[in-house]
Protein backbone atom coordinates (compact mmCIF):
# COMPACT_ATOMS: atom_id res chain seq x y z
CA UNK A 1 0.00 0.00 0.00
CA UNK A 2 1.04 3.13 -0.97
CA UNK A 3 1.81 6.32 1.04
CA UNK A 4 -1.56 8.84 0.98
CA UNK A 5 -1.18 12.54 2.21
CA UNK A 6 -4.00 14.28 3.82
CA UNK A 7 -4.69 17.82 3.40
CA UNK A 8 -6.64 18.24 6.27
CA UNK A 9 -6.10 21.35 8.40
CA UNK A 10 -4.03 22.93 5.28
CA UNK A 11 -4.24 26.76 4.47
CA UNK A 12 -4.99 28.32 1.58
CA UNK A 13 -3.90 32.62 1.67
CA UNK A 14 -7.41 33.73 1.63
CA UNK A 15 -5.03 36.27 -0.96
CA UNK A 16 -4.83 33.15 -3.96
CA UNK A 17 -8.85 33.42 -4.40
CA UNK A 18 -10.00 35.96 -7.30
CA UNK A 19 -12.83 36.67 -5.17
CA UNK A 20 -11.05 37.78 -2.25
CA UNK A 21 -12.13 41.28 -1.32
CA UNK A 22 -16.13 40.13 -2.13
CA UNK A 23 -15.62 37.31 -0.02
CA UNK A 24 -14.55 39.47 2.76
CA UNK A 25 -16.93 42.22 1.93
CA UNK A 26 -19.70 38.96 2.67
CA UNK A 27 -18.36 37.97 6.16
CA UNK A 28 -17.49 41.46 7.11
CA UNK A 29 -21.20 41.97 6.79
CA UNK A 30 -22.49 38.71 8.24
CA UNK A 31 -20.35 40.00 11.42
CA UNK A 32 -21.84 42.98 11.62
CA UNK A 33 -25.49 41.61 11.38
CA UNK A 34 -24.31 39.10 13.82
CA UNK A 35 -23.39 41.23 16.19
CA UNK A 36 -26.06 44.02 15.65
CA UNK A 37 -28.99 40.88 16.33
CA UNK A 38 -27.34 40.30 19.63
CA UNK A 39 -26.87 43.48 21.00
CA UNK A 40 -29.97 43.17 23.72
CA UNK A 41 -29.10 39.64 24.58
CA UNK A 42 -25.33 39.00 25.47
CA UNK A 43 -22.48 42.04 24.95
CA UNK A 44 -19.87 39.44 25.03
CA UNK A 45 -20.68 37.80 21.97
CA UNK A 46 -21.65 41.31 20.42
CA UNK A 47 -17.74 42.49 21.03
CA UNK A 48 -16.68 39.19 19.72
CA UNK A 49 -18.47 39.33 16.64
CA UNK A 50 -17.42 43.70 16.46
CA UNK A 51 -13.85 42.62 16.79
CA UNK A 52 -14.00 40.46 13.60
CA UNK A 53 -15.63 42.32 11.76
CA UNK A 54 -12.69 44.95 12.51
CA UNK A 55 -10.13 43.09 11.61
CA UNK A 56 -11.87 41.69 8.51
CA UNK A 57 -12.16 45.36 7.22
CA UNK A 58 -8.62 46.33 8.17
CA UNK A 59 -7.62 43.59 5.81
CA UNK A 60 -9.69 44.97 3.21
CA UNK A 61 -8.37 48.35 3.85
CA UNK A 62 -4.90 46.93 3.30
CA UNK A 63 -5.84 44.68 0.32
CA UNK A 64 -7.57 48.50 -1.63
CA UNK A 65 -3.73 49.92 -1.32
Known sequence: MENQYCKVGSVTP??????AISLLEYQYQIFLNKANDMKYTDAKLVE????KAEK???????MMK
Not at 14 to 19: K, M, P, Y
Open 56 to 62: IQRVLEN
Open 14 to 19: IASNRN
Open 48 to 51: FFEQ
